[in-house]
């Protein structure tokens, strides 16, 4: 399936979503490849530069943490609670399970 970025290769926001996108499916635990993997498929085309980067700065963090923080499981640190992660716990966002 051609994306955005595949159509775009000069552009530089298209890079970054490549490797945003690379980056969300070879995370190392197969739960969070899974739901940031899905997330940047279905997301990483519709986000601007500044949520590409607040996305690149959540996958700074550990799998344990993100998986927490996606399933409410813990309070998310402030840098962190902001629109992308809450595009990852909404109901707009639901991973395809198989």
């Known amino acids: 399936m051609a994306t955005a970025d595949d159509r775009a290769p000069g552009d530089p ?9 690379f980056r969300s499916w070879h995370r190392g635990t197969k739960e969070i490849d899974h739901l940031l993997g899905t997330f ?7 986000l601007d530069g500044p949520q590409l980067a607040r996305y690149e700065s959540l996958l700074e963090n550990s799998d344990p943490d993100l998986y927490a923080w996606i399933l409410g499981l813990e309070d998310v640190p402030p840098a962190f609670d902001n629109d992308i992660l809450a595009l990852l716990r909404s109901p707009q966002y639901s991973p395809v399970t198989n």
């Open 40 to 46: 940047a498929d279905a997301w990483l085309d519709r």
């Open 13 to 21: 926001l298209a890079e970054q979503r490549k490797r945003l996108r």
